[in-house]
């Protein structure tokens, strides 16, 4: 039973979803209209999906074992291409004034993956406690939802532990890289 709450928990605090909720949140408070939501919407759900397509092929391939890129050389695939995915809309959206939130959104996540990317030498940083981290940050200005966010990053944090897909070493540097980046969004984008 546990092993299946861990799942779950794994599951709700994934990349996919929280980066889009969270980002809908901020855009919502932002006051962004309908046409921008949408906007937002389909930027976010084609980079899922392309992220999600490219994974589903790497199995299906037989070049990786599971989905979640558990082995260093899928980890170091699956970086490689979230590093494109993230920072080339993120650029081109920071130019655009009225994207501009989410560009920098993009951009900062790339910069998360890079991040990862350079200490992937020594350790396997969690992107789901630095994506975590980034998304409740990104909520700071509701209370109610900042706490939400923080008790699922717990949650998320033992999940990832119990089904042993990092050590407590890389749950604090997944969660100090997501950490750092969501403070800087929050100084950057007013």
């Known amino acids: 039973m546990r092993i299946i ?14 980066v889009p909720v969270a980002s809908v949140a901020v855009a919502t408070d932002r006051g962004a209209s309908s046409a921008q939501l949408r906007s937002i ?9 392309i992220v999600l397509a490219f994974s589903v092929f790497q199995v ?12 260093r050389e899928d980890r170091k695939a699956l970086n490689a291409m979230l ?4 920072l080339i809309p993120g650029l081109v959206l920071l130019r655009l004034p009225d994207y501009r939130p989410v560009g920098a959104a993009l951009a900062l996540g790339g910069g998360m993956v890079m ?21 409740t940050l990104l909520l700071w200005r509701h209370p109610a939802w900042l706490l939400a966010g923080i008790a699922l990053l717990v949650g998320v944090a033992w999940s990832r532990l119990l089904l042993k897909r990092h050590t407590p070493v890389e749950i604090v540097s997944g969660t100090a890289i997501g950490t750092a980046a969501g403070l800087l969004y929050n ?3 007013p």
């Open 83 to 86: 590093l494109g995915v993230l």
């Open 115 to 135: 991040i990862a990317m350079l200490l992937s030498q020594r350790l396997k940083s969690s992107l789901h406690l630095a994506f975590g981290a980034f998304s």
């Open 5 to 18: 709450f861990a799942r779950i928990l794994s599951i709700l605090g994934h990349p996919a979803l929280l």
């Open 41 to 49: 919407l389909m930027i976010l759900a084609s980079l899922v999906l």
């Open 60 to 71: 299906k391939s037989g070049r990786w074992s599971h989905v979640d890129a558990v082995r």
């Open 187 to 189: 100084g950057l984008i």
